[in-house]
């Protein structure tokens, strides 16, 4: 890859006239080896450099084309036939669609005729194609008409084509077996699109260029999910095997944008916490906070909100509107809510003496519903052996046709893998463990998170000891800093930075 770049770089600086600044990247992350070239816009004399449409869009795929036929010897005419013979079919944008196109006048007609026989009959064959896809019309003999959307249409069915085989390489190299037809490209944008649950195959790149990542899930309905999750840094790193939630997140304006415009039309269009503890004096000092974060979050990242220096926010009567173009951009780097409800594998959470995910389940009023088939009926097979696992540690009992769980069960059992992990930390840490309990003020320097079976934990540490406590994303912005909180049952309210009046992340 390296040599044939830099001699179609030296080409291209020949056909343009001009020495060049570039640098490349030869990548072999995907089913086709490639390059990506970053090409400085100006040329020898630092004026900007121009070039025509044409030679970016055929001449540089001309020039490669004569570059790899100086090495390999030029194709012959029965393999050049025979590529032409396969495109015929092909669910995708072919050199045969382009030609089409260019010959297409501007109402999109165009003929069947070629310039030889073997040419008309690539193009007749190709149009009949197109009409089966419901992509061109035959308006008069060997006279068609093309649609408007011909080439958007085989662009996105081509790179459908491609993210199916993607989806069938990286199965195939876990170890799972899955039907073509139970691959499923997940769209967030769809108003009839529900969070999918299940375990995470895979974790790649979809667009090198805007560092847009993508998920392989393989769901307990049955299918297996392609998902694009948007910028690679909107979602946290997940295990692989890991168990995860996918929520399609919408455009709307959230509940707190509604009450901010609610409490500043009524009150000159300014917003502060006294402003909206005097509009509603029943609201929490916690809850106003989360509206104060989110005008911050609106200023930092769009500018679509003003604060004065004295902390009071100054509110447009348009706000509604935009908050709704915020989400938008939101949603455009992060078009999906990826929660990861456990980093353990089914095989790890079967013998876990944690409170699992599957514990969860067992022990949930409304379980989700599993599919008899694919990963579904993997989990509804794993859920029956852990809760023969509970039945012999005394967790739980069989009764007739149901079973008894232990009151506090998932309590019990993460108390038991908090202890045992906290007796590893200790001889490590050389301090003393002490139980997190609920009400209770937690204070300390947090220094790590902990994955386990019953959830990750964040490592909180005072001088002479240390607890675990359930971890929150917001607290890796204060590692190795002092932090505090209150635990509420399985949650925590954490107050970060030295000063315990400062603002509360729930």
């Not at 004096?281 to 004065?308: C, I, K, N, Q």
Request: charged share 30%; glycine share 8%; proline share 4%.
């Amino acid at each position: 890859m390296k040599p044939l770049t830099r001699r179609l770089m030296a080409q291209m600086e020949e056909d343009l006239g001009t020495r060049l600044d570039w640098v490349a990247v030869d990548h072999y992350n995907t089913g086709h080896p490639h390059t990506h070239i970053i090409l400085r816009g100006k040329d020898d004399i630092g004026r900007d450099l121009i070039i025509a449409r044409e030679y970016i869009t055929q001449g540089l795929r001309e020039r490669v084309a004569e570059l790899v036929s100086l090495d390999q010897g030029p194709r012959t005419d029965l393999e050049i036939e025979n590529h032409l013979r396969r495109a015929l079919e092909q669910e995708r944008l072919t050199s045969i669609d382009r030609g089409l196109l260019r010959d297409a006048d501007e109402d999109g007609m165009v003929r069947a005729t070629g310039r030889d026989a073997f040419q008309q009959s690539l193009r007749a064959g190709r149009l009949q194609k197109l009409k089966h896809l419901g992509l061109a019309d035959e308006i008069a003999p060997g006279q068609w008409q093309l649609a408007e959307e011909l080439e958007d249409t085989l662009r996105r069915m081509g790179e459908r084509g491609d993210i199916v085989k993607a989806m069938h390489r990286d199965l195939t190299e876990k170890g799972v077996a899955r039907a073509a037809s139970d691959y499923v490209i997940y769209d967030p944008s769809d108003p009839e699109t529900r969070p999918i649950t299940g375990r995470l195959v895979r974790r790649g790149l979809a667009d090198e260029i805007d560092d847009r990542h993508y998920l392989i899930v393989d769901a307990v309905d049955g299918r297996t999910h392609y998902v694009e999750i948007g910028r690679g840094e909107a979602t946290d790193p997940i295990p692989e095997g890991g168990i995860v939630t996918v929520t399609p997140k919408g455009a709307e304006p959230r509940a707190v944008d509604r009450t901010i415009a609610e409490i500043a039309a009524a009150n000159g269009g300014r917003y502060d916490v006294d402003i909206h503890l005097r509009h509603d004096p029943t609201a929490s000092a916690d809850f106003t906070e989360t509206h104060v974060r989110r005008l911050e979050a609106m200023r930092r990242l769009a500018g679509t909100v003003e604060r004065e220096p004295d902390g009071t926010w100054i509110i447009a009567p348009d706000h509604l509107e935009r908050a709704t173009a915020y989400e938008r951009r939101q949603v455009k780097d992060a078009p999906v809510v990826v929660q990861t409800l456990s980093a353990f594998s089914l095989d790890r959470q079967l013998g876990a003496d944690g409170a699992t995910w599957l514990d969860r389940e067992l022990v949930a009023e409304a379980p989700m519903p599993l599919r008899d088939g694919g990963f579904g009926r993997e989990v509804r097979d794993v859920l029956a052996r852990r809760r023969q696992w509970l039945v012999e540690q005394e967790l739980a009992r069989e009764d007739q046709n149901r079973t008894i769980y232990r009151a506090n069960m998932l309590g019990i059992l993460r108390r038991r893998e908090l202890t045992r992990v906290a007796g590893q930390l200790s001889g490590e840490l050389g301090l003393d463990y002490t139980e997190a309990r609920s009400g209770e003020r937690v204070e300390g320097i947090y220094r790590r998170c902990l994955d386990l079976a019953s959830g990750r934990f964040a490592v909180i540490e005072k001088s002479r000891e240390f607890t675990l406590v359930p971890w929150r994303p917001v607290l890796e912005r204060s590692l190795g800093k002092q932090v505090s909180g209150i635990v509420r049952g399985e949650t925590i309210s954490w107050t970060l930075g030295r000063q315990r009046s400062g603002p509360s992340i729930s």
